[in-house]
């Protein structure tokens, strides 16, 4: 009796009704039907982005919440970040079941590139904390996608901090290419810094090292406030300045709240032709309403009240259909020129020596919210002949600063901690790669 139901949460577990979204040219495909996929997304943060907590560790949270996703009729939400030490699996079945992908932001304010220091920050410890944060989704057919940071690059001065997300990304996808996992897409969100946004993003998509180009690209837009339009939003000359960047382009954070009460009037030209070439949908920030005002419902402990932004949101997305056809995608664009005339070294920097185990080995266990490695660069620690358990206590060793941080998400290390120590049973620590195999070796027993 015990057995057959442990049978059957294992079937539950490893049953994926979505299929894989893959990138063909500047495009989502759907990998079964082939069909063009626009992202219909929020962006999920409840907690708001000064308190970290990981709302897809917590089948409570994301229960309460996925039937809300289910009725604005979004196949797509976007986390900042998560605990790669706590068991992920229902929440990810949930969502699956209910057509809804996942791109995650594979960084905390703990574990992420600095913008005081991204050298530094750029090293051993913080590729180890990743790389287990992808251990822990990589199994998942409906993960679209990660992010290998989030407007690290705020303001023109840090443009140097570039080279180290582009490193980021790099190893990233060598990483997921050396664990045989899936292709899944690695890309960057980017902030709206006007002065550097064309610049960047060619410098993310361009040079000869096809890994250390992103797979897609992320742009957090709040251009368009209130009754606007295609032209006077200034999306027009987006569309025409992207027009030409050989991987998807999609908005990683939409919707201006200067004007009040949103009407949502973008969603009709971001799921139109006068689009669907360039961009591939978005995500609207953000499903909760915190300090900052973007929510589209209130939450209060287990109950969840629609706001009039959702009811907008929801009618504007209901009355807006994808284009028709393949919207007009392309396959023939090729990787961007490298900028000229930055005044700094813009060539990507080597993966730290020390890390070159993680790819042979595995990353092992992650820290969690407890994961503190901007400052881990002294190249003290050597992965090559440890334990996994080792490795995670090396990744708390040193304790950094969280002024500079790049995630969205600005350190509240008290709830981190709180967080992180919630329970992690058994079940926890096993991937659904290696329930997999407990669940042959069940059949075995039983057939
Ligand atoms: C993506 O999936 C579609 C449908 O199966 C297929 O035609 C296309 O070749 C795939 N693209 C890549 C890059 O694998
Ligand atoms: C942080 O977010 C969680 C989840 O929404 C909430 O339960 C908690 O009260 C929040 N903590 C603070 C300090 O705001
Ligand atoms: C970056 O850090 C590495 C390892 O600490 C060091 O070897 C390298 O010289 C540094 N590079 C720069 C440009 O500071
Ligand atoms: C990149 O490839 C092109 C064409 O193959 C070649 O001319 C160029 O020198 C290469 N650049 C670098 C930096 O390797
Ligand atoms: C709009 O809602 C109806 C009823 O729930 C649904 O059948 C339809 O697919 C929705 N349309 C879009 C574009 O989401």
């Known amino acids: 009796m015990r057995l ?48 970290l907590t990981d709302p897809l560790g ?24 998560v605990d ?53 989704f990589a199994d ?45 897409p690695v890309g960057y969100s980017a902030a709206d810094v006007s002065s550097v946004r064309l ?66 009037s973008e969603v009709a030209s971001i799921y139109s032709t006068q689009m669907s070439s360039v961009f591939s949908g978005g995500l609207v920030y953000e499903y909760s309403q915190e300090a900052d005002n973007y929510g589209l419902v209130e939450i209060n402990g287990d109950s969840v009240t629609t706001l009039d932004d959702f009811n907008n949101l929801k009618d504007m997305l209901n009355s807006t259909t994808d284009p028709t056809g393949d919207g007009g995608y392309v396959t023939t664009n090729t990787a961007s020129s490298c900028p000229t005339g930055w005044d700094f070294d813009i060539n990507v920097p080597d993966t730290p020596s020390d890390a070159s185990s993680l790819f042979e080995k595995g990353a092992g266990e992650g820290s969690g919210f407890d994961a503190e490695t901007q400052e881990s660069c002294d190249g003290s620690f050597d992965y090559s002949d440890v ?27 008290s709830s981190a901690s709180q967080t992180s120590s919630s329970s992690k049973g058994e079940a926890a620590q096993l991937s659904v790669g290696s329930l997999s195999s407990v669940l042959v070796l069940v059949s075995v027993l039983f057939l």
Request: proline share 3%.
């Open 4 to 51: 057959s139901l442990f049978w059957l949460s294992l079937a539950g577990a490893v049953s994926a009704a979505l299929p894989s979204i893959n990138v063909t040219g500047n495009a989502f495909l759907n990998s079964e039907t082939g069909e063009r996929f626009y992202i219909r997304g929020v962006d999920y943060q409840p907690g708001g982005s000064s308190n």
């Open 58 to 81: 917590d089948v409570e949270s994301c229960s309460r919440d996925i039937p809300y996703f289910q009725e604005l009729g979004l196949n797509t939400i976007r986390v900042y970040s």
């Open 84 to 136: 790669n030490t706590l068991d992920h699996s229902e929440c990810m079945q949930k969502l699956d079941d209910a057509g809804i992908y996942l791109i995650l932001d594979v960084t905390t304010p703990g574990a992420s590139i600095s913008r005081s220091n991204p050298n530094c920050s750029y090293n051993a410890d913080f590729l180890q904390s990743i790389f287990a944060t992808v251990d822990a």
């Open 140 to 184: 998942y057919d409906n993960v679209l996608g990660f992010f290998a940071g989030n407007e690290v690059v705020n303001d023109e001065s840090v443009l140097d901090t570039a080279p180290y997300i582009k490193a980021t990304v790099r190893d990233l996808k060598k990483y997921i290419k050396a664990r045989n996992y899936r292709s899944i």
């Open 199 to 264: 610049d960047l993003a060619h410098y993310l998509n361009c040079g000869n090292d096809s890994t250390a180009r992103v797979d897609m690209l992320g742009v957090n837009d709040y251009s368009w406030c209130g009754h606007s339009s295609f032209t006077q939003s200034g999306y027009s000359q987006k569309v025409k300045s992207y027009t030409g960047y050989s991987a998807p382009i999609f908005l990683s954070e939409y919707g201006c709240n200067t004007q009040g009460t949103r009407e949502f």
């Open 387 to 413: 334990s996994s358990s080792e490795v995670v206590s090396s990744s708390t060793k040193t304790s950094a600063s969280s002024t500079k941080t790049s995630a969205t998400t600005s350190s509240s290390t």
